[in-house]
């Protein structure tokens, strides 16, 4: 079982930053991996970053590349997505998301992630 805590949200006018953390708990093995999705009001949830909890490769959809960075930070368990350069469209609920990728998988869909956090709201006013 993997608990995660999201933390950092907040408003912020457009161009501003925000940094969102993860804190992760629990059992989590060197194939999971973790992801940050967003759900904006009346839309689907979509895919923001991710990343394997020991690999180097990081992924991003297209309308956060050059303004988000996904890191970590092992020793301590804490995931975190730093936001610049924020838009009124970056306003949603942020979801931090674990799972079990195996060998071969990539942390970029909602369904390879079995654990996610409660959610932390963003709001860029305009």
């Known amino acids: 079982q993997v608990q995660l805590v999201e933390s950092g949200g907040g408003l912020v006018q457009a161009g501003g930053s925000l940094r969102l953390s993860c804190s992760v708990s629990?059992?989590?093995?060197?194939?999971?991996?973790m992801g940050w999705f967003r759900q904006a009001p009346g839309k689907e949830r979509e895919f923001v970053a991710g990343?394997?909890?020991?690999?180097?490769?990081?992924y991003y959809a297209d309308s956060v590349k050059g303004r988000f960075t996904l890191s970590r930070d092992n020793a301590n368990n804490m995931v975190y997505l730093q936001m610049n350069s924020l838009r009124p469209e970056d306003t949603a609920v942020y979801y931090c998301?674990?799972?079990?990728?195996?060998?071969?998988?990539?942390?970029?869909?909602?369904?390879?992630?079995?654990?996610w956090g409660q959610g932390t709201q963003v709001t860029v006013s305009s």
């Open positions: 998301a674990a799972g079990d990728l195996g060998f071969t998988g990539t942390p970029t869909s909602a369904s390879v992630f079995r654990y």
């Open positions: 629990g059992r989590t093995f060197t194939t999971y991996g």
């Open positions: 990343m394997r909890w020991s690999g180097r490769s990081t």
